[in-house]
């Protein structure tokens, strides 16, 4: 794919394996938007490779909104916002604590599916590049494996892996459809 010119969107793209992403598409001419709550990080790295950074939580509607629309004509989005925690289901002094699971779940899965489902939406009403494609968004580090974890909350949910998949294949099955005259009556 040509990523020379094109928009960009790299949601937790302030640190880690988002920051690096930025780099590596900044450093072959795409228009990058750094979409990332810690907006100190966000800031410098965005002035460093004249990218835009618009402060964001993965979790919030409008927010992702925002920055997808921040970042003009979208041909690729990658989610890396994550976080992590580890611990045991069961300790010495009993269960291990529901809240932190429960926000893991919500910014890894929550958040990515919504990066995924906003950018992709945006990316559908553009224009299909030369090859006749709108590339699909891609997942980031959240859905990536992490041997030896000690919780299953410090690792992505297999949802996000779950929820990538029907991503990727929807503009195939689309492109299928459309070639063999198959789509949906009220399809648009
Ligand atoms: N680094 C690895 O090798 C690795 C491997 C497997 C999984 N992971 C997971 O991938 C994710 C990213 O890893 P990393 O090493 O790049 O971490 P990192 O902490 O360096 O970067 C994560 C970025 O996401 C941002 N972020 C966190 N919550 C956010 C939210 N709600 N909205 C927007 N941005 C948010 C942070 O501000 C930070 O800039 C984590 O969930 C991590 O557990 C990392």
Redesign the pocket.
């Known amino acids: 794919m040509r990523l020379y010119g094109i928009g960009a969107l790299v949601?937790?793209g302030?640190?880690?394996?988002?920051e690096a992403t930025a780099r590596a598409l900044a450093a072959r001419g795409a228009r990058v938007t750094i979409?990332?709550?810690?907006d100190e990080?966000g800031e410098a790295l965005a002035a460093e490779l004249g990218a835009t950074f618009v402060k964001?939580?993965?979790?919030g509607e409008g927010q992702v909104q925002a920055a997808v629309e921040a970042a003009g004509e979208l041909r690729l989005a990658v989610s890396?916002?994550?976080?992590?925690w580890a611990e045991r289901t069961v300790k010495r002094d009993g269960p291990a604590a529901l809240e932190p699971f429960e926000t893991v779940v919500r910014?890894?899965l929550i958040?990515t599916f919504n990066v995924l489902r906003l950018a992709a939406a945006a990316m559908a009403e553009g224009e299909p590049d030369e090859g006749g494609e709108r590339r699909p968004p891609r997942r980031?580090?959240?859905g990536?494996?992490?041997a030896g974890a000690a919780s299953a909350a410090?690792r992505?949910p297999g949802g996000v892996r779950r929820a990538g998949l029907p991503h990727r294949r929807e503009p195939d099955a689309e492109r299928r459809d459309d070639q063999a005259g198959r789509r949906p009556q009220n399809a648009s």
Request: proline residues 6%; glycine residues 22%.
């Open positions: 949601a937790g302030a640190s880690g394996l988002g979409a990332d709550l810690n990080r964001t939580d993965v979790t890396c916002a994550g976080i992590g910014v890894n958040g980031g580090a959240p990536a494996r992490r410090a992505p």
